[in-house]
């Protein structure tokens, strides 16, 4: 059951009331959360398709190199990426489509808690960039918050207010991604 509260303010005009539900609160977390992965993307594969370009000089993988003195347990996979360019290029290409695609519904609020919990995930898995990074000291923060806002976003039917999870939700309801225990809680829309 959604709950609603309803507000009554002054305008020029008169009185107006406004019924808000809990989700609508979310819907600038969902748009700043949304036109940040978008935003990420977008930056790779179209303003600079060269960052997803092994042979060019601007690849982004290429900053495993100031990864690698403090990679610990990720040095490995970092020393595969950099001996292996083509398929950390691969990588790179998968995820940054991803990102259009979670920021994209985001935006939209299409599958919102899905694309929520697409997108802490893929913060998450971010994170030793976060920690290991030497381009920006703050990076941490921005992860860590993208991580927080996915897993609230995907908790949440934020979608369902200002977003066209309110169509799919009228026409189908509640649809949990999986039966089983821990996975009921996460849906669709």
Not at 48 to 55: F, Q, R, Y
Not at 140 to 163: E, H, N, P
């Amino acid at each position: 059951m959604s709950q609603e509260t309803t507000f009554s303010r002054s305008t020029l005009v008169g009185e107006v009331q406004t019924k808000l539900t809990p989700q609508a609160y979310l819907l600038p977390v969902r748009l700043v959360v949304g036109w940040d992965w978008l935003d990420a993307g977008l930056r790779k594969l179209v303003l600079a398709p060269d960052k997803v370009d092994p042979s060019s000089s601007s690849f982004v993988l290429n900053k495993f190199v100031s990864f690698l003195p403090h990679a610990g347990v990720f040095a490995p996979l970092l020393k595969y990426f950099l001996e292996n360019p083509g398929t950390g290029g691969t990588f790179l290409l998968v995820y940054s489509v991803a990102e259009l695609l979670v920021g994209g519904l985001l935006v939209l609020g299409l599958m919102t808690r899905l694309a929520g919990f697409g997108g802490a995930v893929m913060a998450a898995a971010l994170a030793p960039a976060f920690w290991l990074g030497s381009t920006c000291e703050d990076e941490w923060q921005i992860g860590i918050l993208l991580v927080a806002a996915g897993a609230v976003l995907a908790l949440t039917s934020s979608g369902r207010t200002f977003g066209l999870d309110s169509l799919l939700y009228r026409r189908f309801g509640d649809r949990p991604i999986s039966r089983l225990p821990g996975l009921r809680l996460l849906k669709f829309w």
